[in-house]
Nanobody, 120 residues
Framework: QVQLVESGGGLVQTGDSLMLSCAAS??????MGWFRQAPGQDRELVAV????????GYGDSVKGRFSISRDDAKNMLYLQMNNLKPEDTAVYYC???????????????WGRGTQVTVSS
């Protein structure tokens, strides 16, 4: 059973930075990444990284502010979030899949999520 465990969430102020981490119990996957979900909203893609070639992709609302990376030796995935805004407030989920797509319906494994709250 694959396990993904997020850490690093918390309460910060507008303009602050925060780094989320995700520990994976095994690998490899085709892709790993982060989604977020705010109350009353659909789960949206934040960032994704492919295991081969390390290609990255970002949601439009976080481009230029967030950066995804991984440490293969430690089976870790990271999300560096800079210049945080109140609209970034959400539960952030680590996700992984061995399928070729990265939409929510194509994700095989989810973490339990970590809350990020950005105060104005």
């Amino acid at each position: 059973q694959v396990q993904l465990v997020e850490s690093g969430g918390g309460l910060v102020q507008t303009g602050d930075s925060l780094m989320l981490s995700c520990a994976a119990s095994e690998r490899p996957f085709i892709s790993m990444g982060w989604f977020r979900q705010a109350p009353g909203q659909d789960r949206e893609l934040v960032a994704v990284i492919s295991w081969i070639g390390s290609r990255t992709g970002y949601g439009d609302s976080v481009k230029g502010r967030f950066s995804i990376s991984r440490d293969d030796a430690k089976n870790m995935l990271y999300l560096q979030m800079n210049n945080l805004k109140p609209e970034d407030t959400a539960v952030y989920y680590c996700a992984a899949t061995r399928r070729t797509g990265f939409k929510p319906a194509e994700i095989e494994y989810w973490g339990r999520g970590t809350q990020v709250t950005v105060s104005s």
